[in-house]
């Protein structure tokens, strides 16, 4: 109880705070998108630049750690695919967008600081592994599975031009890109230029967790909860089951062990709901998943972290 108290509440009371904004009218939505448009397109951006910039790629690209984690992803991909396709009869675009709600669990906005409130910052080096690799990861999974099931026939190149356009436009990638080219490259930044990216990267995560708060309002559950409630234990149980599975039979560090089970047992991060409202398949389901998903893993990130202890 105490690690609920002291870990997890605090990230979600910011969240909650962002929440009560949005639900009495004393922020509006613009102002929510532009505080979301600040942490995720520039802000966050900054922070993973400057962690994969200073990372020890050796080190922390661990295969084991990689594999445990996702694993257990791409199964809960499969898993909300192939349910919300034979179980509950949705198109197979829809299918997709359900896939990606299972897929991206939020590793970033809630992953990382209820890791680092538990562990410290010193124990973040797996989680900024993962975080390197996860946009990416993710992105590609759903944009190819999408736009192949989009082009049925468009080819080959067609579908290929399309992944890379999403893949190329999109922040977090870019910022990470640009830290893995100054890692191996070696490139010294100027004291002033990084003191610069420090404060705005400060800014991000609380930034993103009130943001997220007002998102979350916006987006409040209707209809389809037995789907709903489908992507969310497949996100929050059957994730993190699979990823402490495969870490225990790998052999991952305690550090890495922890940061992928927690990480693992996030609720669907707001980028599911931006690939679904990207396509126009399965919004609602996407968005409540979100929702329900977030105020769920209060308690079960509890207890998993509890298994951890």
């Known amino acids: 109880m105490q690690a609920l108290v002291d870990v997890i509440l605090p990230v979600f009371l910011v969240v909650g705070a962002g929440y009560a904004m949005a639900w009495r009218g004393w922020m509006s939505d613009s102002s929510v998108d532009g505080l979301m448009k600040f942490a995720q397109n520039f802000a966050i951006p900054c922070l993973l630049f400057l962690a994969i910039a200073r990372l020890d790629l050796g080190q922390e690209f661990d295969w084991r750690l990689l594999t445990s984690f996702y694993a257990g992803a791409v199964t809960g991909f499969l898993a909300g695919l192939l349910g919300a396709r034979f179980l509950f009869g949705r198109p197979w675009e829809d299918a997709v967008a359900v896939g990606f709600v299972c897929l991206f669990s939020n590793s970033l906005l809630l992953g ?79 004291g002033a230029l990084v003191e610069a990216l420090e404060l705005i990267a400060r800014a991000g995560l609380p930034t993103a967790l009130f943001g997220l708060g007002g998102v979350l309002y916006r987006y409040r559950p209707e209809g389809d909860l037995r789907l709903i409630g489908y992507a969310v234990a497949v996100s929050l149980i059957l994730h993190p089951a699979i990823t402490w599975g495969l870490g225990t039979g790998l052999a991952l560090s305690e550090a890495q062990f922890r940061s992928a089970v927690i990480t693992a047992a996030m609720a669907p991060g707001v980028n599911a709901y931006i690939f679904a409202n990207m396509y126009g398949r399965a919004k609602r389901v996407a968005a409540s998943s979100v929702l329900i998903g977030t105020a769920g893993s209060i308690v079960t990130a509890w207890l998993w972290m509890m298994t951890l202890s």
């Open 112 to 190: 990382l600081p209820i890791t680092e409130r538990a562990y410290g910052t010193e124990a973040l080096a797996a989680n900024f592994a993962i975080v390197a690799l996860h946009s990416p990861v993710c992105y590609i999974i759903g944009i190819t599975v999408m736009e192949g099931i989009r082009a049925r026939g468009r080819g080959l190149l067609a579908t290929m031009g399309r992944v890379a356009g999403g893949m190329a436009s999109n922040a977090l990638i870019i910022g990470i890109v640009l830290g893995v080219a100054v890692n191996m490259t070696g490139l010294a930044l100027h």
